[in-house]
């Protein structure tokens, strides 16, 4: 046995302290605690929250018990929480933004402007102490900012206990009462939420209908409910023997009277939804690793057949991205018909479900692959919704490629269609735009989503697809349950493959400047070749020679510093400034081809191809 001097145990406790966590299923946190060598912290929020819903009229009261630790190594002398369904208000900031952007979204445009007093939504704080302590907290649309009686120091923790009332929306945008497939209540984001504060300091945007950034932390969650109501979401269902509904493990035992009270549990999670409606059915199916799939669907039989051929479907695609991109580490998850289209959760997402039967695999496929990108990385998807909803719509599209029977060569190619017309509209705005202030809804959609997904689709250009697929697992093992930025990403790219990536993330991400490589001219046995874009790529070509037969050729970008893997045969480096490069050969040329693959997302095709 090794003995250890106090130095080599400091050495050891800071090392552990900055050690990728794992995600847990058992009451083990795996935040990382402030420690003066730390490089690498996270704040930590515990719940425990008790609420009473009535169907009747769709108001809600609750109780909340939040333990805040504060892992920063600043001192917090204010704490802010999200009120998201103040949202849903005539005059709020969702409701003006969706009248007033050029291209509102269908699914809002002047709705909420219409909604009466018991239409509306609304999360009111009544009471708030801080150890006991009442504190002065004020609400400014959908954020509550809150001055502490007394200064959270680092390492430290404190106590805050809430009652809350609430009102749930007409659904209109994600959350809500009686959507468009009559089910009752879709519950996401519908309790005072504690913002996150991380190394750039509090994120508090309101909500104007895009995305969500939280804390981790374990939630205990008892929701009472007309008893004929069914319940699926986030945790795991700790009195199944009470509540019935198809969750009970042995003899039922309701307790008496016209509620349920349904009590959760979920270990480190970011999030808690929840749906309910008396008319579900709920079936389970059994997936890899031990994991449960749960599917909550209305009694309906025009979707019955689809839902239930949707279940082994779903096992499928757990294992796929568990392969593709790492583990998943809880045992369970449900597929829930509710919301207004489809919507990523903790444990579970909300999709509707009268779809055709491909729909609504691609919609599963798209929420399921979510967990990754959303849920275990997190990202902060109001400032990087491009690696959430762009890495999450690369990983679907090849699942639904590979596993549907559809075996197309580039199953992204849509997305680089929908990104040539972005840029032909002269409407591009950098991914670096926060997702509220995108010109335009259209704009934003196929930046998060298209050009979101070319960064992964035309890495497999610059690195290869082999080392695009360990850069996937090598950045979720590295920085899931770590909110990873774009540079994190970059970096388990250069890690992998040993080429320098900078110059990609820069250019892709935090400009507009676009690709564009031609053919000048041919003559002979040589290619002159131009860059006219201003985004750097190497390039790959094709020669047909005249005798019929045809060669690769590869030639790296200079500022690449390395080569991926490939058998064309390899050129020297082209340097960016250089607008001219010649390609000699050792026949005579009858035609060339950049890019064969068109993973490069070179705007102009048309000169690409040449002939002599």
Not at 469 to 486: A, G, I, N, Q, R
Request: aromatic share 12%; glycine share 8%; charged share 20%.
């Amino acid at each position: 046995m090794k003995i250890f001097n106090k130095v080599s145990i400091l050495i050891l406790v800071v090392f552990m302290a900055c050690k990728s966590q794992q995600a847990s299923t058992n009451s083990n946190k795996n935040m990382t605690s402030y420690t003066a060598s730390s490089t690498y912290w996270q704040q930590q929020v515990d719940y425990t929250m008790d609420v009473d819903m009535n169907v009747n009229n769709y108001q809600y009261t609750g109780t909340q018990k939040l333990v805040y630790t504060n892992n920063s190594p600043d001192v917090l002398n204010k704490v802010y929480y999200h009120l998201y369904f103040n949202a849903f208000q005539p005059g709020s900031e969702m409701d003006v933004r969706s009248r007033t952007i050029a291209d509102p979204s269908p699914k809002i445009g002047s709705r909420i402007n219409k909604l009466s007093d018991s239409e509306i939504g609304y999360l009111k704080v009544i009471t708030l102490t801080q150890n006991g302590q009442k504190i002065t907290h004020t609400t400014e649309g959908t954020i509550l900012e809150v001055t502490l009686a007394k200064p959270i120091q680092p390492g430290k923790s404190t106590t805050f206990n809430m009652t809350f009332e609430g009102q749930v929306p007409v659904q209109i945008r994600r959350s809500g009462r009686n959507n468009k497939e009559g089910v009752a209540l879709s519950m996401t984001q519908w309790y005072p939420k504690m913002a996150e504060y991380d190394f750039e300091g509090w994120h508090t945007p309101a909500y104007i209908g895009r995305e969500f950034h939280g804390v981790w932390g374990d939630f205990d969650v008892k929701i009472t409910i007309d008893k004929n109501y069914v319940l699926g979401g986030t945790g795991y269902l700790q009195n199944p023997n009470e509540i019935g509904h198809g969750y009970e493990t042995g003899t039922v035992n309701r307790p008496t009277g016209n509620t349920l009270t349904w009590h959760f549990k979920a270990p480190n999670v970011h999030d808690f939804t929840w749906a309910a409606d008396p008319d579900y059915i709920h079936d389970t199916y059994k997936g890899a690793n031990g994991i449960t799939l749960h599917f909550l669907y209305k009694n309906d039989p025009s979707i019955k057949e689809n839902w239930e051929k949707l279940q082994p479907r779903t096992a499928e695609m757990l294992d796929y991205f568990n392969k593709y991109v790492g583990q998943y580490p809880y045992k369970q998850y449900s597929v829930i018909q509710g919301g207004d289209g489809g919507m990523e959760y903790a444990m579970c997402t909300l999709i509707t479900g009268k779809r055709k039967f491909g729909s609504l695999v691609g919609v599963t496929a798209h929420e399921l692959a979510h967990t990754w990108f959303q849920f275990l990385l997190a990202t902060n998807e109001s400032k990087h919704e491009w690696m959430d909803e762009g890495f999450t719509s690369y990983i679907s599209g090849r699942y639904m490629n590979e596993k549907m029977g559809k075996n197309v060569e580039n199953p992204h190619k849509s997305s680089y269609s929908a990104y040539f017309k972005l840029v032909e509209s002269g409407r591009e705005q950098p991914l670096t735009t926060h997702a509220d202030r995108y010109e335009y809804n259209r704009a934003y959609g196929t930046s998060a989503y298209s050009k979101g997904q070319i960064f992964l689709a035309q890495l497999e250009y610059v690195i290869g697809r082999e080392n695009v697929e360990k850069t996937l697992k090598k950045y979720f093992d590295d920085f899931s349950f770590k909110h990873p930025t774009p540079n994190d990403i970059k970096r388990s790219a250069e890690k992998v493959s040993g080429i320098h990536l900078d110059w990609y993330l820069t250019d892709w991400a935090q400009t507009t400047n676009t690709i564009d490589y031609g053919v000048k001219e041919i003559n002979g046995d040589t290619v002159i070749l131009e860059r006219i874009g201003l985004m750097p790529m190497p390039i790959d070509i094709t020669v047909n020679y005249i005798d019929g037969t045809s060669e690769e050729f590869y030639i790296p970008l200079r500022m690449m510093r390395g080569e991926k893997p490939t058998k064309a045969t390899k050129k020297d480096d082209w340097a960016w400034a250089y607008p001219y490069y010649s390609l000699k050969t050792n026949k005579k040329i009858n035609s060339v081809e950049i890019d064969p693959s068109q993973l490069m997302a070179d705007i102009n095709r048309n000169n690409n191809v040449a002939r002599k």
